[in-house]
């Protein structure tokens, strides 16, 4: 686990593959990639394919490495560098998946959509409406059809004989279709 835990829940990650559309040979980005669980599951559908999981923390990159070994997928290529700089040797994605709650991701997502493939996807994960809206204008104004989606996830606890459920924070998702 990354140090600071998944910043993707997995009921999240799950929603997100199905958004992004993958095919056994597509060409996948992700970036943000962190301890690799999105871009190791992406790489187990697009095994044909290739899965590029950019990640600028050196540590959440090692950890990417040991996960991508204990799941073998060798479609993942795991990318140690700071995105946009860490991309641009890279082929041209069909599907991008951009996950984080920092202030540069909408001008990450700008850059992204200039390399996507025609008939692409891209996926975006915000967790502020500031963001929110600042990527949506980012994937309208690169010519795509937007969607949004707010995933709200509570996972039941047990607590003596009953179940409650405590709710996790709202994750808001991001779509851009060409």
Known sequence: RPKRGLLTPCEVRCIALAELGLTRDCVVWDVGAGSGSLAIEAAAIA?????????MDAEDYGLMIENAKLFNVPSLVPVHGKAPDAWADLPDPTAIFVGGSGRMVPELVNAALQRLAPGGRIVVTV???????????????????????????????????RVRFDALNPTFLVLGRR
């Open 47 to 55: 095994s044909g394919g290739k899965v590029f999981a950019i990640e």
């Open 127 to 161: 967790s502020s409406p500031d963001n929110l809206v600042a990527v949506q204008a980012k994937i309208d104004a690169g010519g795509l059809r937007s969607d949004v989606r707010m995933i709200n996830i509570a996972r039941g606890q047990y607590q003596l004989d």
